[in-house]
């Protein structure tokens, strides 16, 4: 088997392209943000990542976060959440815990005071039900920095939240008066 620093590179480079940018090994992605496995791993053996079905089952079942998931049939992947481009992942709606939260780094804390959750690039506004899940996303920005998030309230007030299949509750934004800190 491969070494986790590959896994890591191999895993880093299907974010990109199951996430953010399909085109820079011109595959192509459903509506729904599947892609077919076998172009998946030709493209990527074009680009220098080595990549075979076995390994890439492997990724697949032993990553971190659970980023990425096969379809019934196991011949399509897709990344289960955190994508910037447009694809409808047709998650159903569900009722969110009373709290959830929200890692960033102390550098955005006043802008988020003002405004509120924002999802800039990505598709939804990422919030995790464990506050040390939230911790470690905050991290990969600077200091970290943990907002609470009324989601009892926002859910009473008509908000809609969606769960990834790896655990990640999604919406589309949280204004400023749900946080607490
Ligand atoms: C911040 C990773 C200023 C927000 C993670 C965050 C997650 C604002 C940054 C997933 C703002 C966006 C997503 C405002 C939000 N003013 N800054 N009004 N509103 N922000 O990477 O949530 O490891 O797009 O706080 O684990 O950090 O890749 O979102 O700091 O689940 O699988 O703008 O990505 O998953 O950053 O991370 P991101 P995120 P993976």
């Known amino acids: 088997m491969i070494t986790e620093k590959e896994a890591v590179r191999i895993s880093k480079f299907l974010s990109l392209v199951l996430r953010h940018q399909p085109e820079t090994i011109d595959l192509v992605?459903?509506?729904n943000g599947w892609a077919d496995v076998t172009p998946l791993i030709d493209k990527c053996n074009q680009k220098g990542i080595t990549l075979n079905r076995e390994l890439l089952e492997h990724i697949v079942a032993t990553n971190t976060k659970k980023r990425f998931s096969f379809n019934d049939q196991k011949d399509q992947i897709r990344a289960n959440?955190?994508?910037?481009?447009d694809?409808?992942?047709a998650l159903s709606v569900q009722v969110p815990p009373d709290l959830l939260y929200h890692g960033t780094a102390e550098r955005f804390v006043s802008s988020i005071k003002e405004q509120g959750l924002i999802k800039q690039q990505r598709q939804h506004v990422h919030l995790s039900a464990k506050q040390?899940?939230?911790?470690q996303v905050g991290q990969r920005h600077g200091k970290p920095f943990v907002f609470s998030v009324l989601t009892a309230q926002m859910h009473r007030d008509g908000f809609v939240?969606?769960?990834?299949?790896n655990g990640v509750w999604l919406t589309d934004h949280v204004p400023a008066k749900y946080l607490s800190f």
């Open 87 to 89: 694809v409808d992942l």
């Open 81 to 85: 959440q955190g994508h910037s481009i």
């Open 132 to 135: 040390s899940t939230a911790v």
């Open 29 to 31: 992605l459903d509506e």
């Open 161 to 165: 939240f969606y769960l990834s299949d």
